[in-house]
């Protein structure tokens, strides 16, 4: 009789406390978080430039539906990416000082502005402001004949530094980065 109270008290305890300390957890996000690093090798250990960004996805909706030609993007989804710089560089032809900037782009037709701002831990472009940008500068855009499904955001090797590749749907927008 005292083994049976023993155990039986056991198991409500555990019942119990498995229940009080039982974690909710969210379920994925639809727009994951990525990184795109400059070096991209993980055998290089010293990057220079780190971009931090939502990769949200088309899933049947237009790009200019999701990233409007001539308005403020947060460049991605969620929250607006965050570019290091592990050194200074020259950001499409501007100088910027080593540091950690939030990232927007303005698509276009036959340019795209690319933003460095400031105010870091921006959630999109609802609070953006202009008023604190570092630097704004224009990137070339071309149209590509494979369509990307989830935004994407790359570097490729470049004389003196890297470009910077952006692509979504059939639209691939690039910036040289030099260093």
Known sequence: MKNLLTLT????TMVCFTETNAQKFDGLDKSPMDMATYPSSYKEPVKVVRVTYSRPQ???RSL??????GKVW????NEAPEITF???????GKPVKAGTYALFTIPGEK????????????????????????????????????SLDAF???????????????????????????F
């Open 9 to 12: 008290t056991l198991i409500i």
């Open 58 to 60: 088309l899933k049947g």
């Open 64 to 69: 200019s539906q999701l990233a409007p030609n």
């Open 74 to 77: 947060r460049t991605g989804a």
């Open 86 to 92: 592990y050194k200074d560089v020259n950001f499409g």
């Open 111 to 146: 340019e795209w502005t690319f933003i460095l701002n400031s105010n870091l831990n921006q959630w999109g472009a609802y609070s953006y402001d202009k008023a604190a940008d570092v630097v704004r500068v224009n990137g070339s855009v071309s149209t590509n004949g494979e």
């Open 152 to 178: 994407s955001i790359a570097f490729d090797e470049a004389n003196g530094g890297a470009t910077m590749l952006m692509g979504w749907d059939k639209a691939r927008a690039s910036l040289p980065i030099t």
